[in-house]
């Protein structure tokens, strides 16, 4: 436990940074998944890391341990993890926890406010077209979800960019791309050290719609001449998460005028031995703490059926934790013994 436990916490720091360098080396479809993944087991193996970190300690209160029950001097006597540490892990697993729900509470009344707005919007098939002089266009999510456009929009746009626009609108809808992004969003908010990956996975959803616009149109410098108009009429205005402008621009554009990304499964498989290692030591990690508390389990059994004069196992009782890690030799590795 002592080094697997904290295998999660290196991974998150150096998956961060990495995501972005990977994620524009890779198909965007398959970084987009790829980067979501990622997230999602680095975020649930941050959370247990720091769970197993703070419970080693919570597990000697007399109250939790009477609960268990297991003797709170022998897990005492045998934890690896000092008191500051578990403190500080709990406190960030607070942390997590209420940023978690107040993210998902906002994410899911954007979703309800979304399909709310979809049943009342005046629609021709998945297109609705707003009477608004402020150039707009952005997918929104719903039952069945609507491509939304502003009419400043369309006559900022020639016949053949509104095409590609909608294409790439369309796109999101049709990939559900508003639940990769929540997905992302939640990881963050549980991980912070995972932000850089959340905007990367944003922006390769972005990609990914621009791709399929491309090849629904068959033309890469029309999307990308699309995407860049459609970023200069918006300009500064704020825009939803799925519009046509998210993203850094720029890159998106420098993506369409050169071919596409080439598959790179040397690169995925990297990712995915990383992936598998962080849960690997998770096991691992969870594993020894269910082995310490069965040890202190079996100390209060003991304990409880000696006969009455004879001590129970506390910490002063060394003799007797000695011939319990004789037993269990790992156990006394971690200990420090």
Known sequence: MRIAVYIPLLVSMVLGPAASWAGRRLPPQVATWLLTCAGVVAAGAWTTSLALLAFTRVGQIPLVAAEGPWSAGVLAAIDPVSWTVALVCGLVLLASVLALVVVSWRRVRVLVEARRECRELSVAGDLAVLDDPVPAAFALPGSPGRVVVSSGMLRALAADERRALLAHERAHLRHRHHLFLLVLQLAAAVHPLLRPLARAGAFAAERWADEEAAAEVGDRPLVARAVARAALAVKRAPQPALAVTGGPVPQRVQALMAP?????????????????????????????????????????????????????????????????????PHLTHLAGV
């Open 260 to 328: 596409p990304a080439p598959m790179r499964r040397g690169l995925v498989t990297v990712f995915g031995a990383v992936m598998l290692a962080c849960c690997l030591s998770v096991a691992e990690a969870t594993h020894d703490t269910e082995e310490l508390f069965e040890t202190a389990m079996q100390a209060q059994a003991v304990g409880a059926h000696l006969p009455q004069g004879h001590h129970r196992p506390h910490d002063h009782h060394r003799p007797h934790l000695h011939r319990m890690h004789l037993r269990r």
